[in-house]
């Protein structure tokens, strides 16, 4: 693992980082689970100049770049203030999205990455930490074992997504 992870709170001036981590990050793991291979479609709707300048627009919504020495190894996104089936705005926190590069997984920073979470949402005195992840992940299995639980089942509704890949877990950890 790299020495010292930090994670660096996003601005504006942090778009283009975000961008590239993004469009190289995304494609190394989920381009398998799209039609012709092709993750266009979530890629334009989540990951562009854009998207990301919206997102940074809304106070709720704070992006964190993970980082060793000056190499960006993936993101986080954090709703601060999102309710979850029993619990509202102000108890619950949602990870919205965690993504590292292929390179930077297995090494402990998703575990980094998940107690960093943890404490932000304690720091904001939230009761839980909630996150969304699809069934057919190799992510579950972390996330089992960091102590989150499934509270419900959904599917998505993104064109182009194979049928085999859209059933989601929504899972929540106390605080």
């Not at 999102?82 to 919205?96: D, I, Y």
């Amino acid at each position: 693992m790299p020495s010292t992870i930090e994670f660096k709170q996003c601005t504006e001036s942090d778009i283009d980082n975000l961008v590239a981590i993004s469009q190289q990050f995304y494609p190394e793991h989920y381009t398998h689970i799209w039609k012709n291979e092709d993750p266009g479609y979530y890629i334009n709707l989540s990951f562009t100049q854009s998207a990301f300048k919206e997102d940074l627009k809304n106070e709720n919504i704070i992006y964190f770049l993970i980082q060793s020495a000056d190499n960006v190894l993936g993101l986080l996104k954090i709703r601060q203030h999102h309710k979850v089936e029993g619990f509202n705005n102000s108890e619950a926190l949602q990870l919205e999205k965690i993504y590292l590069l292929k390179a930077s997984t297995g090494l402990g920073i998703g575990k980094k990455a998940i107690e960093f979470v943890k404490n932000y949402a304690f720091n904001l005195k939230k009761r839980v930490l909630w996150l969304d992840v699809m069934t057919t992940s190799p992510a579950l299995i972390f996330y089992q074992r960091m102590g989150f639980q499934t509270i419900t089942f959904y599917n998505l509704d993104y064109p182009g997504l194979k049928d085999e890949y859209r059933e989601m877990q929504r899972m929540i950890l106390s605080i």
